[in-house]
């Protein structure tokens, strides 16, 4: 039982370039979410996603994509990279709505 | 959205020191959850906790939903405790089914 695996770990961008950060949970949970963390700030929510096929924004979605074909997997995408995009990723789920959250261990993203 | 607001933001104790760390919400909250970043970055559920107390070994927390509050203690600090605290809910009133995070309190546990 991995728990909540992304990748990759770390990432170069130039800006402009795009990319898929993944994210898989084996644990069938229902809830997936992406969050970004800045320096001195706590994590602030991207996207997410209540169940396969549905999801929705968070307060931060601007230059981000996010779709949920599977229970397990949420990927969130980078159209056009800018360097307002630098930061760490992490990606969370839990059972249901509402309930223990879980996280992976982040991908840290550089777009210079 | 609902402002969380932790304090300290900052903390150096000595090993075997006892802790408190504290969670303010400015409107009503579920979810209430605390987790502790290490110095690697991981992110680790430490008690999820809308209401009322629980413990596990040398911590423990506290929710008063009624007061908007919440706090962590932390006893017998030994260095592994060293990182970042983060407490985390969702606005009960509605809006994005996500968790608003405080900015955390960095707790620094010297030998």
């Known amino acids: 039982n991995a728990g909540v695996t992304q990748t990759p770990k770390f990432q170069v961008l130039k800006t402009g370039q795009s990319m898929t950060l993944q994210c898989a949970q084996d644990m069938n949970h229902e809830y997936m979410s992406w969050y970004r963390q800045d320096p001195g700030m706590g994590l602030r929510l991207i996207h997410y996603?209540?169940?396969?096929?549905?999801?929705d924004q968070g307060e931060v979605p601007n230059g981000y994509n996010v779709s949920r074909s599977t229970t397990e997997d949420f990927p969130l995408r980078l159209l056009s990279a800018a360097p307002s995009q630098t930061s760490v990723y992490f990606c969370?789920?839990?059972?249901?709505?509402?309930?223990?959250?879980?996280f992976g261990q982040g991908t840290r993203l550089t777009v210079v | 959205g609902i402002q969380v607001e932790q304090s300290p933001p900052d903390l150096i104790l000595q090993e075997g020191a006892n802790s408190t760390l504290r969670c303010n919400f400015s409107d009503s909250v579920n979810n209430l959850q605390w987790f502790h970043q290490n110095p690697w970055g991981q992110l680790i559920n430490l008690f999820y906790?809308?209401?009322g107390t629980k413990q596990n070994g040398r911590l423990s927390a506290t929710t008063v939903a009624t007061e908007r509050y919440s706090l962590l203690y932390i006893s017998s600090s030994q260095t592994t405790d060293s990182g970042v605290y983060f407490c985390?809910?969702?606005?009960?009133?509605?809006?994005?089914?996500?968790?608003?995070f405080g900015k955390g309190t960095h707790l620094i546990i010297q030998p």
């Open positions: 969370a789920s839990t059972q249901v709505v509402g309930t223990e959250a879980f």
């Open positions: 985390a809910g969702k606005y009960s009133g509605g809006g994005a089914d996500g968790l608003t």
């Open positions: 996603s209540v169940g396969a096929g549905i999801t």
């Open positions: 906790i809308p209401s």
